[in-house]
């Protein structure tokens, strides 16, 4: 099991240089890539893709997806969304369904503790993501059964009766 995903010394190039495209300062390129600085780097270990550009990085982490594929596909999305509100690193949006993806700019790349934070966030992330899909899962198909439940009593008692 890796314990270090991300570490200080991936984020120490990032500049805070304005996106020629954009035109804002510290626009991230890592979203923009479109403009002439906007190169993209890619490497990819241990189920994580890293996209670095100058001033800005992705960090798009692979997920288990299995059992149920679209409904465990839109339970991460929910989760994501979510999380985001709360943690502006993490990203809304799916890059590939089934991932996490987090971004670092120019601004944060001294922040060490930060880097360590979102670097444990993202080594058990990656092993927990199991459980809660399996936890959500769960969790609809105890709904279903409880409202057919309900459903049947209420409106064809006695095709329950007969079950019984
Ligand atoms: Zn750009």
């Known amino acids: 099991m890796p314990t270090q995903l991300i570490k200080l ?31 993209v780097m890619l490497t990819f270990s241990e189920g994580v893709l890293i996209e670095t550009t100058v001033n800005s990085v ?13 409904f465990e596909k839109q339970a991460l999305k929910a989760l994501k969304a979510n999380i985001s509100k709360i943690v502006p690193y993490v990203q809304k949006g799916d890059w590939e369904e089934g991932d996490l993806t987090i971004m670092i700019t120019d601004e944060k790349k ?12 993202l080594v058990e992330f990656q092993i927990e993501w199991r459980k809660l899909a ?23 008692k006695e ?6």
């Open 58 to 70: 992705l960090i798009h982490l692979s997920l288990d997806i299995k059992d149920n594929q679209a």
């Open 9 to 39: 010394e991936d984020f120490k190039d990032l500049k805070p240089i304005e996106c020629p495209t954009r035109g804002m300062i510290n626009f991230p390129c890592v979203i923009c890539k479109e403009c002439d600085i906007g190169a």
């Open 134 to 156: 399996i936890e959500a899962n769960r969790m609809v198909r105890d709904w279903s059964e409880r409202i057919a439940k309900q459903i049947s009593l209420k409106y064809f």
């Open 110 to 121: 001294d922040d060490e503790t930060m880097i360590k934070h979102i670097n444990n966030f």
């Open 159 to 164: 095709l329950s009766d007969q079950r019984r």
